[in-house]
């Protein structure tokens, strides 16, 4: 799959907004709904206690997947706000869609 692709988004997913009040912005994907909606977080205005509902239409999808955090959340050890951050910020650095300098969930359309 390729960046751009928003058929298949899988938990723990990269995605990026491309509608609404939160365009541009980076999440990961906690849950996949059947009726086509996704729950996202950033760890930190949309924490995992609180994620925010999406329709997929409104995401560009990356093939990048926190694989640490899908092995955590699995085994029931829970997956806190920082380890999101943190997964996060990794997850693009290396998608390219922002410098090491850019804080959390920020990508190049913000900047």
């Known amino acids: 799959m390729d960046a751009g692709a928003t058929a298949e988004v899988r938990p723990w997913q990269l995605v990026t907004s491309v509608a609404g009040r939160d365009e541009g912005h980076a999440y990961l994907v906690v ?3 059947g009726d086509g909606f996704v729950d996202l977080v950033d760890g930190d205005k ?3 206690d609180a994620p925010k ?3 997929v239409r409104h995401l560009v999808s990356y093939p990048h997947i926190a694989g640490d955090l899908a092995g955590r959340d699995g085994s029931g050890a829970g997956v806190k706000n920082a380890d999101v951050r943190a997964a996060l910020d990794r997850l693009t650095i290396v998608a390219g869609l922002r410098g090491s300098q850019t804080g959390s969930g920020q ?5």
């Open 107 to 111: 990508t190049s359309l913000d900047r």
């Open 31 to 33: 849950r996949v709904s």
């Open 53 to 55: 509902r999406k329709n």
């Open 46 to 48: 949309r924490k995992v």
